[in-house]
């Protein structure tokens, strides 16, 4: 059933942001998100690129997408399952029917294009009367699916902003068929470029056999 007529699902809140991996690294800083949280993001590579960014900040996390084994999001889930592991990126094809409880914060990293996709990541949270939340960030890239969102929010009993209740519905086929926008590669990030050069560095000397601070070796006396 539709969780949005239902009211169950999490608190939900929209986001505007002008960068999406700045604005997750100040929620992940600032507490705001309390695991297990759930990462919903539109394809396997941004999964991927998200999880490789967030990585070097030594948040406890994983990912599940097309491009992992069977295994390995078995292991994946469970882990998250169990609190081994407190975030975990996903896509929506990856997330069907993997049904788990007790989670608290669930963040559309990138915004769902059709109602059933919003709908169903929402619900993973605020289950059997829990709190919980649904943080969606979003840019000017993310317009086209703000209206439905809104109306979502606004269907489920929740405040929604009235410019994206005016802003352009999509009717019939054109609401179920969503063609995802074009967006630029997570990695391409300043601040996540020079923290793999670090981490590159800091595996380097241990390859070797020394950290950073430990200095050069003495040479021996002379007799």
Known sequence: KDAAKKGRGGDPSLRYISGKLSAMRE?????ELVPPVLVFVQSKDRASQLYE???FDGINMDVIHAGR???ERARAVQNFRSGATW?????DLMARGMDILGVNTV????CPGIRSDYVHRVGRTGRAGRPGKCITLYTEED???LHMI??????SGNEAPEWMLQLPRKHGGAAKKHVPPKRSNIMDDHETQQRQKKEKKRQLYANKG???GAGARKKPKKA
């Open 107 to 110: 963040v559309n990293f990138d």
């Open 69 to 71: 084994t069977a295994k």
């Open 27 to 31: 929620l992940v800083s600032t507490g």
């Open 53 to 55: 960014a967030l990585r």
């Open 210 to 212: 020394k950290g950073p």
């Open 143 to 145: 317009f086209g699916s």
């Open 87 to 91: 975030f975990l990126v996903t896509t």
């Open 150 to 155: 809104a109306s979502c929010m606004k269907t």
